[in-house]
């Protein structure tokens, strides 16, 4: 007979997430992505500060598979070094989410009482803040004094700041009910340090919530530095991201040359979609109660 | 209940307060003020005021004052219902704001219709269906449309529709020709502002079905997964009976309590989506006071925007509430 072995959870979520076809599709398209935005500035033809006139609004070719903009750039590249800065800025707003999300949502649910009053307080005052309005204040804010880089840095951790309410009270209710689960009164009843029970035993059950969360907020960050680009509160030209590649959709000038706008935004939207549909599979697969909705 | 209600109520008040303070502390760290913006609007030619003047204008501004002195004289006329007057217009911002809220509200309301008009079929055959290819295929569209910004769909609609439809105008609300001569009959004004509408009314509908149908199918499952549902199909009651009569009468009371909570967003609307069809609503006017550092209609739109957003969370947990017979029984 063979012998029967156990699978821990880990290793049954894998198992679930492998058999989510849709869900390894935008795996596999985001690991592309996110290669080709680290490799083909490197290995491009073309520099990125090359202008070249003759090549202006070159239709797409091989040597130009997204054609060139009004400089003579070739798109391709300048669209793959921007998803770098792009990507790397929206998962940097996604580490603050993630880590002031959950340290105030797991405070807030492991010690109850005064503090998960106050801490709840200051959740629900930054989540009525009109998130998009707020932001674009703050942005302005900053228009003027900083370099276009540290500014995008601190709208961006802004951005994560005022985003964390949710993840929060997620956090938070998850806490609460595994706080009152059995392995924890076995952790009460074995005298076990307080940081021990939080980080040992209370935290590894949650992360799986917070994973799943994690590819939302991110998409989320990605989304709001195009927009603010969109707006013109982005970072600015020549320094390529995702944002001001999306030219201005309503001047005329563009609408013979469709390769400016269409490689761009469907890239953008294909990256965002696998990210979400990960998000998705990931979601059913480390919550089995999930499988089925 | 009433406690709860009254209680929930009660909790608004030192929040709407915090926010203003937030929303003041915001405006004053703009760089710039709207005088000195002002200044620079005004056009070429006209004779400049001198620093003196210019000294003197912040004084009769109040700018020389500290902050929470100007925030309680801000705050105290916000009460009275006088929220300053927008430098730009010369005129009484809440006047201004009045009319921007409608024309916003058209634009929202209208898609509201349409997107609960296409996401209840949607939604309920798929839930009725369930693991089906219908049913696969829309929560894997949806999931796409709700991964999307509207401003991308709308950018999409706009190359695809206006460009190809000549009829279908890309953006404003109003043809040039006709707001220099003016409309001949009150029928062309209307035909004119609904042709105006229908991309961005498109864009909010499409950008809408993905979360409403995803919601109205979740609570159609949930109502399924019931004992009396099956009862009502043990009774040999047709389908189409059991899910439309018995499951969907009692999946419309989450659906109802979305459209409660969706309300206020009517008013508030999107931003990005009235950016790109530059439809002259309240988020487009955010957008340019941003711009023109107009100090009065910055602050009674961002104050009008959280107020909505407050009373949104407000009638989420108040429809909610209602609903959940465990808040009832305490």
Redesign the interface.
Known sequence: MKKQNSMGPWVMALKRFKKNK?ALIGAFFLLVVILATLLVPVFSPHPLTDINVVMRYKAPQISHPFGTDQFGQDLFTRVMYGGRLSLILSAFSAVITITIGTLIGALSGYFGGWLDQLLMRLT??V????L???L???T??F???LPPLERMIVTMGIYGFLNFPSLARLVRGQIMVHKKSEFMNAADLLGLSKTSKIFRHLMPNIFGVIIASSAGII?NAL?IE??LS??GLGFPPPTPTWGNL?PN??SSGI?AY?WM??FP?TL??LT??S???MG?GLRLALDPKEE?? | MKRFFIGRLLQMIPLLFVITLIIFIIIDAMPGNELLAYINSLPEGEPRPSREQIEQMMKVLKYDTPWFERYFIWISNALKGDFGVSLYYRRPALEIVNTLIWRTFMLNGTALVFTFLFAIPIGVRSAAKQNSFFDNFFSTTTLILISLPAFFIGIYLMRLLAVNVSWIPATGMRSVPYIIKGYPSKSAEILDIIRHMLLPVLTLTVAGVGTVSRFVRNAVVDVINNDYIRTAKSKGLTERTVIYKHAFRNALIPVISLIGVMIPTLFVGNIFVEAVFVWPGIGLEFLYSVFRRDTAMLSLLILFFSFASVLGNFLADILYGVFDPRLKAE
């Open positions: 849709i629900e005052l989540h009525v803040l009109p998009i309005p707020v674009i204040a703050f302005a804010i228009n003027m004094g998409a989304l195009l927009m969109f707006v999306i959709i309503r609408s469709y706008w269409f935004v953008i939207s965002v979609i990210i979400n549909l998705e089925g909705r």
